[in-house]
């Protein structure tokens, strides 16, 4: 995943990186034993909104969005898939506090126990 921000103030160089990490660490994690597999076989729907904040020494984030997929798995294998990311979040550190909005189409690869998001995930200010 490629992960862009441009801008001289810190906030705003600072600010995306915090916020995609709360928005990133928000969404359910995969299935930690090698044999369960998270898809089986089939054509995958799903939706879910997320959530969440970090705090550590001084940076405070936090974020919120909704997150949609399609997945298609064959003989244990991704066949194709998206995962669309809309989200919204506050990063406040020593430099300053700032704002960010996220939107990102990924596409899905890897196998039904090891799915990954690929592509660019697009940050601004609102």
Sequence with gaps: MVIRSVGRNPVRRLGPWVIVAVLLASLPAAPTSAQELAFPDGYWVGSAIFGGEISQADIFASGNGDVS?????????????????????????AAGTGDLTVSSVLDLSGTAAHIDA???LGTREP
Excluded: H, S, W, Y
């Design 118 to 120: 690929n592509g660019t």
């Design 69 to 93: 997929f399609d997945l298609e798995v064959e003989d244990g294998q991704v066949k194709g898939g998206t995962l669309d990311l809309t989200g919204r979040g506050t990063a406040t550190t």
